[in-house]
Structures are given as structure tokens and as C-alpha cells.
């Protein structure tokens, strides 16, 4: 996908859709919503040149095919007033936290070599998935998959490494924190307590990483017998000490985490109106705090670091827009599925819905793996934490397995293609500029299909069922 994802309160009002009458509105308010998560999936692999010029572009259209029917079909007032309230009470704190998050780890540098050996290829994805989970998937993508590709330049099978990198690090070690991924910090700004996912789904976060860490091994060990017996590779980056440099931005990632748990445990009680929208006292704050610690760290940071991890700000840059534009096209379908058996979505309803009303956790947990596979995991989150009933307080405790089944499908089944999550295309991109050869759009779908789906499966029907 060529947006990023990188990761990373309190409760909030509902996502800007009171007032919009859900249960009246047709589905095709859903098309422009769908239209750029289209586009998002599709451009970069179909029409890249265009893509990357005129993406800001693209994503305006689709927000300007919701805002503008709206305000004909509702008044201006009402429109405009659902748009503003998502742009400020969700979009702005989390445009903060990703830009913060991304500029902080992006003056983190992990300098020197080691030799790329079955269990050193372990270890090192076992760290980069526990700190994806602290600095959030794309952080830990940015600072470890440079020296995972120098451990293993000499060796001529090299690609599983990078591919399960993408399995570990970039997804599924971002499920325990609301730092860690997307959709999980969304679930936080809607009132999910910063350390529910630690509790609740660390579970399977350990049986599946186990699992795929398992495979990894044997495969490798494999391939690592395999390579003894062929012409030696001259190692173009020679073994030397581990050096971390950017050592003051670790305070600043602390603070971050400090600023969350400010926000969540602090409440005076005061809102300040902004353009008639009321925005309460500690997330002002803590967007302030977080906001200073990056520029902080832009002033800290020495620049041949940043230079040495490729960074730029195009990435963030993107995801901006692209996100602005996820905020303001999903407005009219969160309304929809607040009307639940009532509004057009009904059918969906009915496919994560029993029988006897309770939802089916099993469902929950395939339908959004399955769009975050092929779409932003952040907005499917929001659509199926919505569909469960949208109360973080009755998630969060009768039925807490739902929303750790909504959890762990939009985190852990990212992984499925390219596309699934920003950092894993972004991952993609650095390996093959660095000679890696990584198999194609499909190819790396044989990949998870072989690897991860059996392992879904498996953890669907120990933990879902």
C-alpha cells in the first residue's frame, strides 16, 4: 500500500456521524469510502507514475463526492459539522502520533553488521516485533530492516528473511499497544484502555508469532544447508560491532508513551470549543506534548543518521492526506452501521451475528482480517468496532473477545499482501533497491497463503470459536 500505516486518549464521541440519519441512507453513500480504499489498494501497483504525483488529488475527490451530497441531501450545517468533528477529535490526534512516532524512530540508527545465521535471523525479528509494540510497525520496520538485509547481503537465498520480516515486524508485533499499529490506536481514541490489548491479546500474539518464528527457523535452516554447498558471496558489508546511535531520541519515545498515559488517567473536565467542536482539556495536551517531542528530536538528531535510514517525509506526507480523506469518507458509513439492522449494512450485520443475537467472534475476526488484507486495517477496524456496538466500555468487558477478535484480524492478517499495511510495502521498496530479490505482488501471496492463513486458521478456531 502506499500509504503508511505506522502505528500508533480517551473516549471520544462517536466518529462525527450523530445527527446523519443512518438508517435512512442508501448504501451507495458507502462508494466514495470504497472508491478510495480502492484507490489506495490499486494505484500504486496499476498506475504508480500517476499514483505518486496526484494521490492528494485523487483522495480529495473522493472526500469531495461525500462532503458535497451531504451537504445537498442535509444541510451544510449538519455536513460540515460530522466532517469537522472527525477531522479534529480523531483525525488530528492521530496524524500527530504517526508523524511524531515517525519522526522520532526515523533518528534512530542501528550501525555495524552481524552474520545472518538461522537463530541471529530469529533474534533479530523476535526484537523487531517486541518493539513494534513500543515505537509502533512502521517505527521498528524503519530501524531494523536495514540491518536484517546487511546481515544476510552474502547469502544468495535472502528473501524469506525480508518476507518474514514483514510477517513479524511490520504486523503482528504491533498488537499489543495502541502505539503498535494503526487500528489499535483508533480503538484507543474511542475509549479502548491504553493496556486492554497488552492483556487481552497477548495470547495470541505469542502463539501465533511462536508459530511463525517456528516455520521461519525450519526454513531457513534449510536454505542455510542448502547454501553451504554453493560458490561463496563476498560480503559486501563486513562484520563489525552493533552500534545504536540517536540515543537521545529514546527519552523522547518515552515521553510519547507518558503523554498517552497522561491523557488516559487525567480528567479535569474541561472542554474548549473549536469551530463549535468540543475538544477536551488532556488530548489537547497530550497532542501538544507529542507534537514538541518530535520537533525535539528533528533538533537532537544528527543528520547523517536520518540520511543513513533513507528518511524523508514523503511517507508522512502521504499518509496525511490520504488519511484526511479515510476520516471524511467514512463518516456517512459509520452512520449507516450505527442504524445496524435497521440501515443498509444489515447483511453484514447478520454475517458476524448468531443466531440468538450474540456476535460470532470466529466472523469477526476472518471478515476484518480479510478486508485488512486488501485494505487500510485502520478504517476496517473502525467499521467492525462500530458493527460490535461502537461502546468501548461493552467491548471491552462482555465482549471482550469480540473486540480482541476485531483486534487481532485487522493487525495480524495485514500481513497478507503488500497491501495489507503500509509498512510492509515500504519494506518491500527498501529491500529491492538493496539488491533483495523479494517475489512480486502474488508471489509474496504464495507466501502467506503457505505460512500465515494455516496459522490463522489454527488461532481463529483456539482463541475464536
Not at 500505516?5 to 446523519?20: I, R
Not at 499514483?51 to 445537498?72: F, Q
Not at 510519547?256 to 474541561?270: D, N, R, T
Given at each position: 500500500?502506499?500509504?503508511?500505516?505506522?502505528?500508533?486518549?480517551?473516549?471520544?464521541?462517536?466518529?462525527?456521524?450523530?445527527?446523519?440519519?443512518?438508517?435512512?441512507?442508501?448504501?451507495?453513500w458507502?462508494?466514495?469510502?470504497?472508491?478510495?480504499?480502492?484507490?489506495?489498494?490499486?494505484?500504486?501497483?496499476?498506475?504508480?507514475?500517476?499514483?505518486?504525483?496526484?494521490?492528494?488529488?485523487?483522495?480529495?475527490?473522493?472526500?469531495?463526492?461525500?462532503?458535497?451530497?451531504?451537504?445537498?441531501?442535509?444541510?451544510?450545517?449538519?455536513?460540515f459539522?460530522?466532517?469537522?468533528?472527525?477531522?479534529?477529535?480523531?483525525?488530528?490526534?492521530?496524524?500527530?502520533?504517526?508523524?511524531?512516532?515517525?519522526?522520532?524512530?526515523?533518528?534512530?540508527?542501528?550501525?555495524?553488521?552481524?552474520?545472518?545465521?538461522?537463530?541471529?535471523?530469529a533474534?533479530?525479528?523476535?526484537?523487531?516485533?517486541?518493539?513494534?509494540?513500543?515505537?509502533?510497525?512502521?517505527?521498528?520496520?524503519?530501524?531494523?530492516?536495514?540491518?536484517?538485509?546487511?546481515?544476510?547481503?552474502?547469502?544468495?537465498?535472502?528473501?524469506?528473511v525480508?518476507v518474514?520480516?514483514?510477517?513479524?515486524?511490520?504486523?503482528?508485533?504491533?498488537?499489543?499497544?495502541p502505539?503498535?499499529?494503526?487500528?489499535?490506536?483508533?480503538?484507543?481514541?474511542?475509549g479502548?484502555?491504553?493496556?486492554?490489548?497488552?492483556?487481552?491479546?497477548?495470547?495470541?500474539?505469542?502463539?501465533?508469532?511462536?508459530?511463525?518464528?517456528?516455520?521461519?527457523?525450519?526454513?531457513d535452516?534449510?536454505?542455510?544447508?542448502?547454501?553451504?554447498?554453493?560458490?561463496?558471496?563476498?560480503?559486501?558489508?563486513?562484520?563489525?560491532?552493533?552500534?545504536?546511535?540517536?540515543?537521545?531520541?529514546?527519552?523522547?519515545?518515552?515521553?510519547?508513551?507518558?503523554?498517552?498515559?497522561?491523557?488516559?488517567?487525567?480528567?479535569?473536565?474541561?472542554?474548549?470549543?473549536?469551530?463549535?467542536v468540543?475538544?477536551?482539556?488532556?488530548?489537547?495536551?497530550?497532542?501538544?506534548?507529542?507534537?514538541a517531542?518530535?520537533?525535539?528530536?528533528?533538533?537532537v538528531?544528527?543528520?547523517?543518521?536520518?540520511?543513513?535510514?533513507?528518511?524523508?517525509w514523503?511517507?508522512?506526507?502521504?499518509?496525511?492526506?490520504?488519511?484526511?480523506?479515510?476520516?471524511?469518507?467514512?463518516?456517512?458509513?459509520?452512520?449507516?452501521?450505527?442504524?445496524?439492522?435497521?440501515?443498509?449494512?444489515?447483511?453484514?450485520?447478520?454475517?458476524?451475528?448468531?443466531?440468538?443475537?450474540?456476535?460470532?467472534?470466529?466472523?469477526?475476526?476472518?471478515?476484518?482480517?480479510?478486508?485488512?488484507?486488501?485494505?487500510?486495517?485502520?478504517?476496517?477496524?473502525?467499521?467492525?468496532?462500530?458493527?460490535?456496538?461502537?461502546?468501548?466500555?461493552?467491548?471491552?468487558?462482555?465482549?471482550?473477545?469480540?473486540?480482541?477478535?476485531?483486534s487481532?484480524?485487522?493487525?495480524f492478517?495485514?500481513?497478507?499482501?503488500?497491501?495489507?499495511?503500509?509498512?510492509?510495502?515500504?519494506?518491500?521498496?527498501?529491500?529491492?533497491?538493496?539488491?533483495?530479490?523479494?517475489?512480486?505482488?502474488?508471489?509474496?501471496?504464495?507466501?502467506?497463503?503457505?505460512?500465515?492463513?494455516?496459522?490463522?486458521?489454527?488461532?481463529?478456531?483456539v482463541?475464536?470459536?
Open positions: 500500500m502506499a500509504a503508511i500505516a505506522l502505528l500508533c486518549g480517551s473516549a471520544v464521541p462517536a466518529f462525527a456521524s450523530e445527527g446523519l440519519p443512518g438508517a435512512t441512507m442508501p448504501l451507495w458507502a462508494l466514495p469510502f470504497a472508491g478510495l480504499l480502492l484507490s489506495i489498494a490499486s494505484g500504486p501497483l496499476l498506475f504508480p507514475h500517476l499514483w505518486e504525483h496526484h494521490y492528494g488529488k485523487i483522495a480529495a475527490v473522493w472526500a469531495i463526492l461525500v462532503v458535497a451530497p451531504m451537504a445537498l441531501a442535509f444541510g451544510a450545517d449538519l455536513s459539522g460530522a466532517v469537522l468533528h472527525a477531522l479534529l477529535t480523531e483525525y488530528m490526534s492521530f496524524i500527530i502520533l504517526l508523524f511524531a512516532l515517525f519522526t522520532i524512530a526515523g533518528g534512530i540508527l542501528v550501525a555495524g553488521n552481524i552474520h545472518g545465521t538461522p537463530w541471529t535471523n533474534g533479530l525479528l523476535l526484537i523487531g516485533a517486541i518493539l513494534a509494540s513500543v515505537v509502533g510497525t512502521t517505527g521498528a520496520s524503519m530501524i531494523m530492516i536495514r540491518p536484517v538485509i546487511r546481515a544476510n547481503d552474502n547469502r544468495p537465498f535472502n528473501a524469506h525480508v518474514f520480516f514483514i510477517f513479524l515486524v511490520s504486523n503482528i508485533g504491533g498488537s499489543l499497544t502505539l503498535g499499529d494503526p487500528p489499535l490506536f483508533v480503538g484507543f481514541l474511542r479502548v484502555d491504553f493496556f486492554w490489548t497488552t492483556a487481552n491479546l497477548w495470547r495470541e500474539t505469542l502463539f501465533v508469532t511462536v508459530l511463525v518464528l517456528a516455520a521461519f527457523l525450519v526454513l535452516f534449510v536454505l542455510h544447508w542448502r547454501e553451504a554447498g554453493q560458490p561463496k558471496i563476498k560480503d559486501p558489508t563486513p562484520d563489525s560491532r552493533v552500534r545504536l546511535r540517536g540515543l537521545p531520541n529514546l527519552p523522547l519515545l518515552a515521553g510519547v508513551i507518558g503523554a498517552i498515559l497522561l491523557s488516559a488517567s487525567w480528567k479535569p473536565g474541561i472542554e474548549i470549543p473549536v469551530f463549535g468540543k475538544l477536551e482539556l488532556q488530548n489537547l495536551v497530550r497532542d501538544a506534548i507529542i507534537l517531542l518530535a520537533f525535539v528530536s528533528l533538533a538528531s544528527r543528520s547523517e543518521y536520518r540520511k543513513a535510514n533513507g528518511f524523508t514523503g511517507p508522512i506526507a502521504e499518509v496525511a492526506k490520504l488519511f484526511a480523506a479515510i476520516f471524511i469518507c467514512i463518516v456517512p458509513v459509520i452512520a449507516i452501521l450505527k442504524a445496524g439492522t435497521d440501515g443498509a449494512l444489515a447483511p453484514l450485520v447478520a454475517l458476524v451475528t448468531g443466531a440468538d443475537g450474540t456476535p460470532n467472534d470466529l466472523a469477526y475476526f476472518w471478515l476484518t482480517g480479510a478486508l485488512s488484507s486488501f485494505l487500510d486495517n485502520a478504517p476496517t477496524y473502525l467499521v467492525f468496532f462500530e458493527l460490535a456496538g461502537g461502546n468501548a466500555r461493552h467491548l471491552m468487558t462482555e465482549l471482550a473477545t469480540t473486540l480482541a477478535a476485531i487481532a484480524g485487522a493487525v492478517m495485514g500481513a497478507n499482501t503488500y497491501i495489507g499495511n503500509a509498512p510492509n510495502f515500504m519494506v518491500y521498496a527498501i529491500a529491492r533497491h538493496q539488491g533483495v530479490r523479494m517475489p512480486g505482488f502474488f508471489g509474496y501471496m504464495l507466501w502467506s497463503g503457505a505460512v500465515l492463513i494455516p496459522t490463522f486458521i489454527i488461532a481463529g478456531f482463541f475464536f470459536r
